[in-house]
């Protein structure tokens, strides 16, 4: 018997013809048939596997607009759908919320598991060692490179879909004791995001380690000053990541668990998140972008995935990423288009980052 979250759900979905998960996109223009399902699909559904908005000392407080997206750009990333503002999520989704609830457990009992990321003692102690002034960055590196290796994406990840968003968010994002939020919503189900909304993007933790789903968490500018919108991807110009490196060396050194503050922020641009995944790949291997990370449990910046070319000068894979002209994001992948970095990182006890044409940020960095 299929769950009766998980039934509803998938009925709703099929009739919609919008894909819920890779089961729901085998239902797409087909009546939903029960009996056409897999012995295990009956039982219950495996989420599709994939593969952080509150600090900045500026803030939202200097809201602009960017200029208008480049035909360029607006053809690689596709247009926007616009929706009805006026429905809540659950009205968008045509369920109630006790159907979100018995959907979780029904995933939690098929068995689907999120990402978790270990800690490991001897990069903390390296951490530590390096504040201390007890050992150079380029050494914790060489034990970042041993235990925790920086890899780049080889494929696009498959892109949690807006109809999803609602089903893996913890609940207290978009409801309160059962009620929808008032300015909750999610971009191209029942929200729009305004061109050039100056906006900052993270990833939804509880998200990708209760249920391995990547969604972007965005803080934009709404008429109570900001909210918090969640979508699929997110696409941004003139773009600075901002990554509170207090913060990130507190989580570097174990002494407090990974939380938002790891942040990019961007002028917005509305797309179509399809269409960016076809986008994606073609961006994977293109020598004006670069791959980007953030785990505070490596290094305290955003660094780039990959050696990367500016001119002559190659920067190798680790340096810090202060700036970018244009970034696209799908879930842990970040696409950053003509990048600024940093050329050093040096971090000794009492020492400083050298400045030059492609560093400028005094903040020491690890």
């Not at 003139?238 to 490196?245: C, E, I, L, R, T």
């Not at 980007?292 to 990959?306: A, C, K, L, M, N």
């Not at 842990?332 to 990048?339: D, G, I, M, S, T």
Request: net charge positive.
């Amino acid at each position: 018997m299929i769950p009766r979250g998980l039934f509803n759900l998938l009925k709703m979905m099929s009739l919609r013809g919008k894909p819920v998960s890779e089961l729901g996109e085998n239902l797409i223009n087909k009546p939903f048939n029960p009996r056409a399902l897999t012995p295990s699909a009956r039982e219950g559904i495996e989420m599709a596997p994939m593969s952080k908005v509150d600090e900045t000392k500026s803030g939202l407080s200097n809201l602009t607009k960017s200029d208008e997206v480049s035909e360029g750009l607006e053809s690689m990333v596709g247009k926007g759908k616009i929706v009805d503002e006026d429905k809540n999520v659950l009205n968008a989704l045509g369920i109630k919320f006790e159907d979100i609830q018995n959907y979780k457990q029904d995933l939690k009992k098929s068995g689907v598991k999120g990402f978790k990321d270990e800690r490991i003692p001897e990069l903390e102690k390296s951490v530590s060692d390096v504040i201390k002034g007890l050992k150079t960055v380029d050494e914790h590196k060489e034990l970042v490179n041993k235990l925790k290796p920086i890899s780049t994406w080889n494929i696009v990840p498959k892109i949690t879909q807006a109809e999803e968003i609602p089903l893996v968010l913890k609940s207290n994002k978009l409801f309160n004791q059962g009620k929808v939020k008032g300015d909750a919503g999610v971009y191209g189900l029942n929200k729009n995001i305004e061109e050039g909304a100056r906006t900052l993007t993270r990833l939804d933790i509880d998200a990708y380690t209760e249920f391995d789903k990547w969604v972007a968490t965005l803080k934009v500018p709404s008429k109570k000053g900001t909210s918090n919108i969640y979508s699929p991807t997110a696409v941004l110009k003139d773009v600075v990541f901002k990554p509170s490196s207090k913060a990130a060396l507190k989580v570097g050194k174990g002494e407090k668990s990974k939380s938002p503050f790891g942040l990019i922020e961007g002028s917005w641009v509305n797309h179509d998140p399809n269409k960016i995944a076809e986008t994606a790949k073609k961006l994977l291997n293109n020598p004006n972008y670069v791959q980007v990370g953030y785990d505070p449990r490596r290094h305290g910046v955003f660094y780039t995935r990959q050696d990367f070319k500016i001119g002559d000068k190659v920067f190798k894979k680790a340096t810090p990423i202060e700036e970018a002209d244009e970034v696209i994001q799908i879930g842990p992948l970040v696409l950053a288009k003509n990048p600024k970095l940093s050329s050093s990182q040096l971090y000794e006890a009492g020492g400083m980052v050298e400045r030059n044409n492609y560093n400028y940020n005094t903040q020491r960095t690890i």
